[in-house]
T-cell receptor, first 112, second 110 residues
Framework: SQQGEEDPQALSIQEGENATMNCSYK?????LQWYRQNSGRGLVHLIL?????REKHSGRLRVTLDTSKKSSSLLITASRAADTASYFC????????????FGTGTRLKVLA | NAGVTQTPKFQVLKTGQSMTLQCAQD?????MYWYRQDPGMGLRLIYY???????DKGEVPNGYNVSRLNKREFSLRLESAAPSQTSVYFC?????????FGPGTRLTVT
């Protein structure tokens, strides 16, 4: 069963706009990560947020975590055509096992 | 550094055939993983290895076996391939939380 569910499944925006995607999960977590996957390629790590953190920034990325709602959001500001990719959240349900469960992903298309 | 490498990139098998997918990493990571990715399903963990000499089942281990040959290499074997194993297979390695992924193997079973 999938631990993480991303929303929306697909998103299409104009270059320069902000893109927001959400991840909901089912069990308590130690941390949550976001990954990007360009078409046909392996995943690339973007950012990690720990369960005791509420917000984290990395360049044009902003991640929030609400453990009471079991949800996280990824905001990409001032999007570029190169941001076109699928984005996945990954959660570690049991601390220390390093067994991550990935969500189903959000397909982002940024139009130039 | 090559990072995580996988061979082959593409493979077509007939039902019942066997094959081994190879994965190697040059980052001296302890943990290695095998995932499969099907359309609309995200990545699902098949097996993982927390360290050399140990392996553990993930979410979808049936029909697969793994070998952690040494710290660098982690192979995935399909003993008797089935059409349901048609998928893209990714290997990953990690030394803490961040996982580094290989480019994937696209496997078709006819």
């Amino acid at each position: 069963s999938q631990q993480g569910e991303e929303d929306p499944q697909a998103l299409s925006i104009q270059e320069g706009e902000n893109a927001t995607m959400n991840c909901s999960y089912k069990t308590s977590i130690n941390n949550l990560q976001w990954y990007r996957q360009n078409s046909g390629r392996g995943l690339v790590h973007l950012i990690l947020i720990r369960s005791n953190e509420r917000e984290k920034h990395s360049g044009r990325l902003r991640v929030t975590l609400d453990t009471s709602k079991k949800s996280s959001s990824l905001l990409i500001t001032a999007s570029r055509a190169a941001d076109t990719a699928s984005y996945f959240c990954a959660t570690e349900p049991h601390s220390g096992t390093y067994k991550y469960i990935f969500g189903t992903g959000t397909r982002l298309k940024v139009l130039a | 550094n090559a990072g995580v490498t996988q061979t082959p990139k593409f493979q077509v098998l007939k039902t019942g055939q066997s094959m081994t997918l190879q994965c190697a990493q040059d980052m001296n990571h302890n943990s290695m993983y095998w995932y499969r990715q099907d359309p609309g399903m995200g990545l699902r963990l098949i097996y993982y290895s927390a360290s050399e000499g140990t392996t553990d089942k993930g979410e979808v281990p049936n029909g697969y076996n793994v070998s952690r040959l040494n710290k660098r290499e982690f192979s995935l074997r399909l003993e008797s391939a089935a059409p349901s194993q048609t998928s893209v297979y990714f290997c990953a390695s990690s030394d803490n939380y961040e996982q580094y992924f290989g480019p994937g193997t696209r496997l078709t079973v006819t």
